[in-house]
């Protein structure tokens, strides 16, 4: 789609496609923030972006030298799409690791609010430290989507808080003059049962306690001693990597996550010297044939958005990924109905378990 914005055309696209075409590589709370600062003038060179999931924001305003906090691999890869298909040279827009502690300093933060608002409080943090005193920081977000929460988590970090009128149902919050605050610890700690429990950066899915479809899967999971090869695709926290080494310590085991807040927990959480670690977005560094047991609580929520088709793109690459024989092991909630999905790519698909809620399919 095209986007105009001072005098300059910008075809902007997502990635992953979608065939689905009510979903969109920026909203209007992206255009809102870029006619506020048009209209107020208060573009400035080196801006520092968050949650620009598409690239949109840092390929318009590329020739300000934005820095870019990239917390997906496919969002670093969206951004990298969009810089070269409008011509961008990448080396304007720097990138900045979730974690990172920032080694310049910034006269203006641009945050598209997440839907998680303890991912919105490691940000703040995140920031907090290096803004100048006259900082702004300018959130972004879509009025049905706000939290009196979000204001309350700003007003720690900020004295002026103020809300801007709606624009095209988005709103802005813009934040000025910060508050002295101590940096701190940004991690959740869940537990399986009483013996394990699992650490977490704000953000990591199922924050609050271990998910219940994923409790619903560690408990129908069968890893045998034969799978010395086994891939836990989309692992967030690595608890399900955990409950495969339970019942085969010998395994070498494979942890694929495209969010980088994941990959990091999971290297708190899974101490072995045969768990290996990937912070990507698909199984392009897996030769086809590899592994016996792949298994996946997989993900069908992006922030706001539900899209079933990035799963089955991941489900596709494990067919090429798995060996003859080999077994994939999943969970979904039943209301998805993947069984006609999962059929078309697995000669064999046995429902093993269901409650309820959720569903235990094995693919052979
Ligand atoms: C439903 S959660 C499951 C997390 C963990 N396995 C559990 O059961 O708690 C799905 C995970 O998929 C990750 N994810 C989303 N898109 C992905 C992709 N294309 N490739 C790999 N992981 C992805 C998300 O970051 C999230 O951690």
Redesign the pocket.
Known sequence: MNFFFKDSKYSIVRY?TSDNKSLQAWSAADEHLLKYLSDHQALSQHPILYNDRFGFLSTVLSEFNPSTVVN???QEKAIELNASKNGVDLKNISKIEPLDTLSKSFDLALIKIPKSLDLFRLQLDQIHQSLNEDATVICSFMTKYFSRKTIEIAEKYFEQCEQTRAWKKSRLLILKKKKKVDPTLHINTVSIDKTKSFKQYFG???AKN??Y??QF?ATNMDVQTTDNKIL??????????HVALSKNPNAEIHL????FL?VESSKINIDSKNAHFYF???LSAFQSNTFDLVI???????EFETNIE??L??FAEVKRCLKKGGVFQL?TSNHLNLKTHLFKLFHKVKLVAQNDKFVVYHCQ
């Open positions: 992953p997906f691999k496919s990591v899915f199922s271990i998910d479809a994923t899967f836990d695709l989309a692992s967030g926290n690595g608890v399900l990597a694929v996550d495209d969010s994941a990507s977005d698909d996946s609580n997989p993900p069908f929520h992006f990035i799963a793109n991941l969970v």
